[in-house]
Structure formats: C-alpha cells, structure tokens
C-alpha cells in the first residue's frame, strides 16, 4: 500500500489542492516592511528587507485586490550575487471557466429544469408526494394543462425518465420533493462544484511566493507598488503679534496624515512622501486570459470540376521569422537584470553599509551600474519628497499625522475685495511667498491672528518660491463701494473699398472709495479689478500683481480713514458699415468736429444720391405694374358683363371700345417697364462702380 502523509490524507478527503508554497509558508525566512514612499496618484512603493542564507523561500501575503500591482511593479534585489528562480503565485481562473470543467456546470444558477436537462442520460431519484421513482433521464419538457382554478390552461414542466422496464414516465416538477444521482463520481464532482463556488467568496488573501537561490548569508530586497489612500497635508499659519516688524513674516507649520489600511504593523519603517503625481493603472494579470479562437469547418474534398485558370507568374512567398529574443530576454540577458534591478526609490539608509554601497550612493544607482546600460542613473530633481528623519510605527488599519514643515516664510495680513463676490466687504487674508524650500501640497490651513484661531483657509500646490493669497475671515470693518462710467468717442471715419469704416475709442473707469471702520488697526487694500479682453490700462494705478483675469491694486487706508483708487481701461474698435447705412446728419456732426473729413461726407451723399436714382426707378415699376393688375381685373369684368348683354346696342360698343383703350395701354405699359428696367440696370451699374475700390479719408 502506498503511504500517504497526512496533509495529503486531508487533501483527498475534503478536495483541497496542497501546493508547495503553502508548505513552505511556515519556515519562509522574514522579510518585513523597511521603507514607504506614499505618492499622491494613490499608490505606495513598499520596501522589505532581510536576510537569507542560501537557498531560501519567502512567502510574501496580498490581498486579492492587491495581487495586480504586485505582479506588475516587483523588483528583487541580492546583494551577494543571487538570483531568484521562479515567482509564483495561485492561479486566479475565471468562476465561471472552473465551474463549467465540473460535470455539471452550475455557473449560471440553472433552475430544476435546467440542472435535470443537463443531466440527460444519468441515473437519478425523484422523490414526489406519490413515492419515489428511479429512472434514466430523458429530459424535460412542458405541457398545457388545465389549472387547479379552472380559468385555463397553464405550463407545466415534466421530467422525461426512463425506467428499468423500458417505460417512460413523467414526472411534474411543481411536485417534485427531491432529487438524488446515483452515479457517486457525478455527485462528488457536484459537491466539488459547490466548493469551488464557496472558495470564490472567500478568497482574500493570495500568497506570493519567491525561490531564492544563492549561497551564504546575504541581504536581499524586494519593492512593489500596491494601492494606498493619497497621503493628505493641513497647515497652520501664525500671523505675527504687534509687537512684531513687517519683515518677520509668518510661521507655517505643515502635517501629513497617512493611513495604514493593510493587515501589517509598519514597525519602524522609513516613511518618505512623495510631492509628484506619477501615472498609475491596474491591469489584470493574475486572471488566466484566453483569446478567443475561430471555429473552423472540417475540411472535406469537394467534388472536381473543370477549371480555367488565367495565365501569370508565380510569386515567390517566405516565411516570416523573427530572433528567438523578439518580445522579450534570453535567460542569460534576464539573469543579471533579476539579480542586480533596483527600484526607483531609496533603501532604508540605516541599511546602506550591509548593502555594501559607497557613502551617499543610493541602491537604485548601485544597481543601475550593476547593468550593462548606456545611461547613468542620476537624481534629475523632477519630483520633490518628504523623507522622515526618524523611523515610524503604525498599527494595521490605523492613521497618523506627522510634522513635515516648521518655518518662517515671506508674508503680511491683507484684505482683499473681489467685486464679483457680491458682498461690500473684502476677505481677510494672508499672502504669502514660499521661501521655505520645498513646495507646499494642497490642503486646509488653519489660520492663528494675536494667538486666536481666525479662520480656516483653502490652498491650491504652491511651488517652491511661488507666492497664494489664502482668505480666511470676512473683514467687517472695512466697506468698499465703486462707480464706473464709461465714454465712447469717434476718432475717425473713412472709406475703405467701398466701406465705411469707423474708428472710435473707449475709455471705462472705475472708481473704488475704501472705508476703514477699524479705530486701532490700519489697513492694505487689495483690489482685484477685473481684466476686459481686448482692453489695456489707463491712467496712473499701476497694479502690483496680474491674473489670468484680474489686476490686483493695492492700497493703504489708515484706521478710521478712507480711500479711493481710480482704474481705467481703454480700448479702440474699428466698425464697418455699408456706404448707403451712413447717417448724413451724424456725418455732418463729426465733420465739424474734425472726425471725418467733407469728401467723406461728399461720397456718402453721391452714393446717396445714385441710390436715391435706383430707388425712385423701382418706385416707377412698380407703380406701372400695379397699374396693369388693375387694367386685367377690369377687363375680367368687362368680359364677364358681355356675356349678359345683347349682341347689338350702345352698352357692348361701349365696353368694346373700353377694352380696346386698355389692350393700347397695356402695351404702352409694357413699354415703359421694359425701358424702366433698363434705366435700374443702368443705375445699379453706376452704384456699384462708383462704390467698386473707392477709398476716401
């Protein structure tokens, strides 16, 4: 008899599958978390260190949901010239293609009739109200049958079965109690089925498994990527007392908060924060992924039957072949990449000497020399992060909030009013320059005026030497009231192809009256006047900053004083007008001001003039037009009144005659319209030509 050890025993009986990760699970050397970097795309670069000897496994434990990531951003690290053999990992096969290998496929949830039609051809008992019955399965089908109410016929389902004596019997599924298969293998693989579909739903965790190979003892390092929450900073802003000079500035102090929502303590562990955004997906590479194939017929010879074929020149056809490395390493290229890659960032630094790095040489440089590249791996500076001086513990499923920034930056207390708010008061506020050397991630700030809370503010990223303005309370003792006018002249009037074009200027201003209320404090005034597209500034105020779509101003109102501040804009617009819209009495105007000149006036009332022509000729049309509408309706009367008098008397002679006099007109009508049109043509002709290039100024 074979001997089967216990762990196989347990296998056999429940349907469990032992793999040998999971044996060796217990005795995988350690590997715990050394150093995090949280980037704010949602991502952490996770760094375990430790030390094997020899050969060795290691079993590293991810959720599900994390697997991804691992398998797409793992990089391994030996130090004492090992290399890895192999990374495996459970395999994730689709629910559905596991359930449908089963001899009974249970992925769809079929009901009765469908689960008993899939079983066609198998041994079964049905139990009913009337007994058992043992039988063949057949399949199923459906009838009409009257219902138990009476009201008609409904659909009952039946199974088909076929008995020991050749007999078919049918059996209604409505009554059907129970059902048991008698064939053991078919109702094992069914309780398989079942398993597999309750191991789906518990299946968190999945283990990762590395085959280390080497020999003696050595340092080694493994770096993924996995999904973390975003790590979020708040601020607070201490304003200086009144004891202090304009020039000490503000003191900022800057937090992190992070979370730790993994199943594993981070026990000291180098915690670095990255200010950058890299690009982050997910793809699924755990799930086997099968490409659909075509079904193609059996070939089978067809009949022969007589065939032309056109005369041509056969054209030689090689094959494509590609180097067996297309797509990827050889074993000898990949071997020194999985020994010697290092990640992107940092080691824990307390591990440097056991690395057997040079002083203030990272591993990842160390590692990109090991590789036989023509480039060298240099800190370009293109992203900014925060690296904690001291190691840091966080519990499983807990958070922290951690100082990242204390320092006096560049900043004063201003009031700043926006018109467009709506509200007469401006908003207190700080500006600030950020001198503290490293940028300022967007988040709260607290606000701290003579040792008081003020106000909470939001701020967007500030770059490193960038300066925001960040409101925090509404500033009630100051009021700021504004009155604007606006002034448009006509500087000049020419005439351009044919086209009068009108050049005027536009001059708006607005003026701002500041009230300070405030009996003690004095104030500095920003105002954001807002910038008109196509127009410049006027005037003296010179604004101290511009925004895409402000001007900022800023003034100085004493306590209990006030102040005004006067912004103009201006602008010139150009305006093009047909000759004959010209207004005589405007242009007059504007020729006694010196704004056109009097041949501009003399070709607008020529133009004038030669329309007045073209005008007065359609009038005469059209006048001679209506008139021949009329001669046609009364000689429609006419004609209708000789049909009711006598052939003979003074009364038809008379409406002859009539009618003979309109039949003369008529044709001196159409006479007169036809010269009439071509007099119009005439003077359109003239219009046009006078107007055709004609440039006056």
């Known amino acids: 008899m074979t001997h089967i050890n216990h762990a196989s025993a347990i296998a056999l009986v429940t349907g469990l599958a032992v793999s040998l990760p999971a044996v060796l699970a217990a005795n995988a050397t350690d590997l715990p978390v050394r150093a995090i970097t949280l980037h704010r795309s949602g991502v952490a670069s996770v760094e375990r260190l430790g030390t094997v000897t020899g050969d060795d496994t290691v079993t590293l434990t991810f959720g599900t949901d994390q697997i991804n990531d691992v398998l797409k951003s ?19 096969e689709p629910i559905n293609r596991r359930l449908a290998s089963f001899g009974l496929d249970i992925g769809d949830n079929p009901n009765i009739a469908d689960i008993i039609n899939r079983l066609r051809g198998e041994q079964v008992r049905l139990e009913t109200p009337e007994g058992t019955t043992e039988g063949t399965i057949l399949g199923v089908e459906h009838r009409k049958e009257a219902s138990d109410s009476g009201d008609g016929l409904v ?76 790590w979020k900073t708040s601020y607070r802003i201490v304003l200086p007392d009144e004891q202090s000079t304009s020039d000490d500035g503000v003191y900022v102090q800057g937090w992190a908060i992070v979370e730790n929502t993994t199943d594993e303590d981070w026990t000291d562990v180098r915690l670095s924060l990255a200010a950058g955004r890299p690009v982050g997906f997910t793809m699924d590479l755990a799930e086997p992924l099968f490409s659909p194939r075509r079904k193609l017929p059996v070939p089978v010879m067809a009949g022969v039957s007589p065939r032309r074929y056109a005369s041509g020149e056969a054209a030689e056809v090689r094959p494509v072949l590609y180097p067996a490395s297309r797509g990827g390493l050889d074993e000898a290229a990949a071997a020194p990449l999985m020994r010697s890659f290092a990640p992107s960032d940092g080691f824990a630094r307390d591990k440097q000497k056991s690395l057997g790095l040079r002083s203030g040489q990272s591993l990842s440089i160390a590692a990109a020399e090991a590789l036989e590249v023509g480039a060298e791996a240099n800190d370009t500076g293109r992203t900014f992060r925060f690296d904690l001086r001291d190691s840091i513990t966080v519990e499983r499923q807990a958070s922290a909030m951690l100082p990242i920034l204390g ?24 500006s600030i320059e950020n001198t503290s050397g490293s940028p300022l991630m967007a988040g709260p700030v607290a606000v701290y005026d003579g040792g008081a809370y003020a106000g909470d503010a939001p701020m967007d ?160 049309i059209s006048a001679l037009e209506n008139e021949e509408r009329d001669i046609f309706r009364d000689q429609e009367r006419i004609r209708q009144n000789l049909g009711r008098v006598q052939s003979s008397g003074d009364l038809r002679a008379r409406y002859l005659r009539t009618l003979d006099e309109q039949e003369t007109r008529l044709v001196a009508i159409r006479d007169s319209i036809e010269a009439s049109n071509a007099t119009l043509d005439k003077n359109a002709l003239a219009l046009r030509s006078y107007l055709r290039d004609l440039d006056v100024e």
């Open 461 to 620: 990223y500030v770059a490193a030497g960038e300066s925001r303005i960040l409101g925090y309370a509404v500033d009630l003792d100051v009021s700021v009231t504004s009155d604007a006018t606006v002034d448009r002249q006509v500087q000049s009037v020419k005439i351009v192809d044919g086209m009068m074009v009108r050049t005027a200027k536009e001059h708006r201003e607005t003026t701002y009256t500041i009230a300070n209320n405030d009996e003690k404090e004095s104030r500095t005034v920003l105002i954001e006047h807002r910038r008109l597209g196509g127009w410049t500034l006027a005037g003296d105020a010179e604004p101290i900053e511009t925004t895409p779509r402000e001007y900022r101003f800023e003034v100085e109102v004493d306590a209990d004083g006030s102040a005004t501040l006067t912004t103009a804009q201006r602008r010139t617009t150009r305006q093009t007008i047909a000759m004959l819209d010209g207004n005589l009495g405007e242009l007059a105007v504007l020729v006694r001001g010196g704004q056109a000149s009097q041949a501009v006036l003399d070709a607008v009332r020529e133009a004038g003039r030669l329309n007045a022509a073209i005008t007065d000729t359609r009038n005469q």
């Open 74 to 92: 793992m990089v391994f690290v030996d130090t004492g010239g090992g290399t890895i053999g192999r990374v495996g990992y459970g395999s994730r």
């Open 155 to 230: 659909d009952i389902w039946h199974a088909k079965l076929v008995t020991s004596f050749g007999m078919i019997r049918m059996v209604r599924l409505d009554d059907l109690r129970g059902m048991e298969l008698l064939d053991e293998n078919l109702a094992e693989e069914l309780a398989a089925a079942l398993a597999t579909l309750a191991s789906g739903r518990n299946d968190r965790t999945a283990d990762v498994t590395l085959d280390l190979r080497g020999s003696g003892s050595r340092d080694v390092s493994v770096s993924y990527v996995q999904e973390a929450p975003v």
């Open 407 to 430: 320092s006096t930056i560049e900043g004063r207390s201003v009031s700043v009013y926006t018109p467009s708010a709506g509200v007469p008061n401006p908003m207190r506020a700080v």
